[in-house]
């Protein structure tokens, strides 16, 4: 038998925050079923270093720096990865996440963290959509977060972000739709990246616990009692891109071994 065609082979996908964590994950299982894939970031160095992973692999990939904050960079990374031809499936993926009492939030504080997480989704959505729309579809998958379906504490401005990525997902899905377009979103627990490191010396400086106190606390937010791999939460995203994902539609799927059933 004749081995199979990787199902997105041909495709050009576009992940922001692809230098680690999630976005890396996502961009090395992208290009192993056979897309090349522009890698959208800040931070150069770290995106080269997934380009040359995805390249010993065998597969393709571009880098393109952008904050995608700022709209004039995002338009210039995208239009360079366009060259390549049309990109049909994006990623939005980049986020940061900061935490703080809310009394203690400064407006500023607010500000960044819907810059980044929800306002970043926009300005890449919207310079990348022409692109789906002139190809004659494509898939759109944004990494919100668990914390864009519930609440969770000194997390306001991140998980109003989030519960805004969810939403535009929601209103996006339904506006495309006969656009022959998806738009879904992954749903996270806390997943093994350099961001929940971060939270965790966070929580072992404020409050005195080790790092295996802090690391059993955020554990028990699950039902599994675990941090979630990047790579799972990787596999479900290039599902979504997949041919047998074009009926899922506007859904956030959550990522959090139960803590979201109901
Ligand atoms: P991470 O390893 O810190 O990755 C975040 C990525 O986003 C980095 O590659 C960073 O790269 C990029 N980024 C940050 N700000 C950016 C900006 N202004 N412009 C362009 N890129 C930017 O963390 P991660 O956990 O993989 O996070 C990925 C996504 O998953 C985020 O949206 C996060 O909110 C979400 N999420 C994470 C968890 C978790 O527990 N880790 C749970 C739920 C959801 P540069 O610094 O090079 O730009």
Redesign the pocket.
């Known amino acids: 038998m004749a081995a199979a065609t990787p199902p997105l082979q041909g495709k050009i996908a576009i992940v ?8 890396r994950a996502a961009a090395l299982r992208l290009a192993a079923a056979g897309a090349h894939v522009g890698l ?4 150069v160095s ?1 995106l080269q270093a997934v380009s040359r992973v995805i390249e010993q692999a065998g597969a393709r990939a571009t880098v393109a720096q ?4 700022d709209r004039a960079a995002v338009d210039a990374a995208v239009a360079e990865i366009a060259k390549l031809g049309p990109p049909t499936l994006l990623i939005n ?5 900061r935490s703080a009492p809310f009394d203690r939030m400064t407006v500023d504080d607010w500000n960044a963290m819907l810059a ?2 929800l306002t ?1 989704v926009f300005h890449v959505t919207q310079a990348v959509l022409p692109h789906l729309l002139a190809a004659g579809g494509g898939r759109i998958v944004n ?5 864009g379906l519930k609440g969770y504490p000194y997390i306001a401005a991140y998980a109003a972000a ?1 519960h805004g990525v969810v939403g535009l997902t929601r209103a996006l899905a339904v506006e495309l739709a006969g656009r022959n377009i998806t738009v879904n979103a992954v749903c ?4 093994d ?4 490191q971060a939270t965790l010396k966070n929580i072992v400086q404020k409050t005195g616990r080790d790092m295996n106190a802090a690391r059993e606390m955020i554990e028990s937010f699950s039902p599994q009692k675990r941090l979630f791999d ?1 790579d799972e939460v990787a596999a479900t995203i290039v599902y979504l891109c997949s041919p047998d994902a074009h009926g899922i539609n506007g859904q956030a799927i959550a990522i959090c071994g139960g803590e979201l059933a109901v």
Do not use: E, F, H, Q
């Open positions: 922001t925050g692809a230098g680690s964590g999630i976005g959208l970031g800040r931070d770290s952008a904050d995608v904050t993926n980049a986020g940061a996440g980044v997480n970043g990494v919100a977060s668990a914390a989030k996270p627990g806390y997943v990246t350099p961001m929940t990047p």
